[in-house]
Each structure stands twice: as C-alpha cells, then as structure tokens.
C-alpha cells in the first residue's frame, strides 16, 4: 500500500508532475493528490503522496522537510488520519432578545 505524506507551504502552481519529480528523487511514488480549491481552481498549497516505500518516505522527509522548493520552505511528513469532524454549525450564546422581549440578565 505505501505509505502517505503530507507535503505543504507548496506554491499555488505546483503541479502533479513537479511534485512527483520531486519525490521520486527519494523512492518510488505511487500517487500524488494536489488539493484544489474547489471555486477558483487554483492548488490549495498542500498536497498528499503515497510513496511506495517506507524507506523511500522516510528519505523523502529527512531530505525535503523544511528545504526551499519555488520560493517556500516545504513541510513534509507522514499524513495523519483524517480527523472526524463534528455535524452542525454549534449553536451559540444566548442573545439579547428572548420571545421578543429583550432578557434582564
């Protein structure tokens, strides 16, 4: 399966094959995910990789974490799992009005 990283700080025109030249440097990679911003079209500046090796993962975060690629200093690492996120919007304190009438308190 490999394993995933987490590659972020990335220029907004980084594109899938910049990345994978990149990282291939270091192992083999299997897939690359630039995330996107869904309205303007444009890269988000981060993106998910799944190397095909742990050696190769590791090589890929002891030699580019923090180094300078376009401009940035990159961030690289193994990716976490997805954190689960809550439903609902949060409801919120209580106004001023309550029924209409303005509270006391």
């Known amino acids: 399966m490999g394993t995933k990283l987490y590659v972020g700080n990335l220029s907004f025109d980084v594109t899938e094959n910049d990345l994978r030249d990149m990282l291939a440097q270091h192992g083999p990679v299997n897939e690359i995910n630039v995330i996107m911003d869904k309205e303007t079209g444009r890269a988000r500046g981060f993106a998910f990789a799944t ?38 919007g949060g409801g919120g304190g209580g106004g001023g009005y309550r029924g209409g009438q303005r509270s006391r308190y």
Do not use: C, F, Y
């Open 51 to 88: 190397m095909n090796t742990e050696e190769g993962a590791k090589a890929a975060i002891l030699g580019l974490n923090g180094k300078d690629w376009k401009g940035r200093a990159l961030t690289v690492n193994e990716a976490r799992p997805r954190e689960e996120r809550s439903g609902g």
